[in-house]
């Protein structure tokens, strides 16, 4: 259908009210007893990075913050976890994450943000080239029957896994022999898949 032409502008400007809307929440961090708090909290966000916070961190994040529910907290930690991905994967030079910042996070946030960050930096970027480095991706799988046992009922079958990684030893095939039954191999296969696909996310979180 022949519409009008397109209105970026507007998309740009919904773009820019979700980035303000996001902003607002960082003063929530005044709330915090102490700069250790705070620290605390941006360790706890990148060492959950692929798995989210358990109800045991946010509960402590919330009683630092003086929190009553997590409706409040998320929208915070989706914040954090932002600056801290563009932070360590970004190309951002330690003398310039102050400019992550946009002019209404007010001075005392930026400069307590900015430290933080640049303190931690190298090591979460070091962390973040090890998870790269240690976490093979299931890159092809093939499976055969290759024999019946017809005491049990079940099936040998011969999966070939092919991984993918930076060390040599990630790029052979693995063959893994397993006796199964027909709804089992089943089930083990959708299985593998799902955490293939959660590798993938935590590789690229």
Same mark, same amino acid.
């Given at each position: 259908?022949?519409?009008?032409?397109? %209105?970026?502008? %507007?998309?740009?400007?919904?773009? @820019?009210?979700?980035?303000?809307?996001?902003?607002?929440? &960082?003063?929530?961090?005044?709330? @915090?007893?102490?700069?250790?708090?705070?620290? $605390?909290?941006?360790?706890?966000?990148?060492?959950?990075?692929?798995?989210?916070?358990?109800? *045991?961190?946010?509960?402590?994040?919330?009683?630092?913050?003086?929190?009553?529910?997590?409706? *409040? &907290?998320?929208?915070?930690?989706?914040?954090?976890?932002?600056?801290?991905?563009?932070?360590? $994967?970004?190309?951002?030079?330690?003398?310039?994450?102050?400019?992550?910042?946009?002019?209404?996070?007010?001075?005392?946030?930026?400069?307590?943000?900015? &430290?933080?960050? %640049?303190?931690?930096?190298?090591?979460?970027?070091?962390? @973040?080239?090890?998870?790269?480095?240690?976490?093979?991706?299931?890159?092809?799988?093939?499976?055969?029957?290759?024999?019946?046992?017809?005491?049990?009922?079940?099936?040998? *079958?011969?999966?070939?896994?092919?991984?993918?990684?930076?060390?040599?030893?990630?790029?052979?095939?693995?063959?893994?022999?397993?006796?199964?039954?027909?709804?089992?191999?089943?089930?083990?296969?959708?299985?593998?898949?799902?955490?293939?696909?959660? &590798?993938?996310? @935590?590789?690229? *979180?």
């Amino acid at each position: 259908m022949d519409g009008g032409p397109p %209105q970026p502008q %507007q998309d740009d400007c919904g773009d @820019a009210e979700r980035a303000r809307s996001m902003w607002r929440h &960082l003063p929530l961090l005044v709330r @915090a007893s102490s700069k250790d708090s705070v620290e $605390y909290i941006l360790q706890a966000l990148w060492r959950t990075r692929a798995t989210g916070l358990d109800s *045991a961190d946010r509960a402590i994040v919330r009683g630092m913050l003086q929190l009553q529910s997590d409706a *409040a &907290l998320d929208p915070l930690l989706v914040c954090l976890r932002m600056l801290i991905r563009r932070c360590v $994967y970004g190309n951002v030079p330690r003398d310039e994450i102050q400019k992550l910042f946009p002019e209404e996070v007010t001075p005392e946030i930026q400069r307590l943000l900015t &430290l933080l960050l %640049q303190k931690f930096q190298r090591e979460w970027r070091e962390d @973040a080239h090890k998870d790269q480095v240690s976490i093979p991706r299931l890159k092809a799988m093939t499976w055969n029957m290759v024999d019946q046992n017809t005491e049990s009922g079940g099936h040998v *079958a011969v999966l070939n896994l092919k991984l993918q990684g930076d060390a040599q030893s990630l790029s052979k095939d693995t063959e893994v022999k397993v006796q199964l039954t027909k709804d089992t191999l089943q089930t083990m296969l959708k299985s593998m898949f799902c955490i293939r696909d959660q &590798l993938y996310s @935590a590789v690229s *979180a």
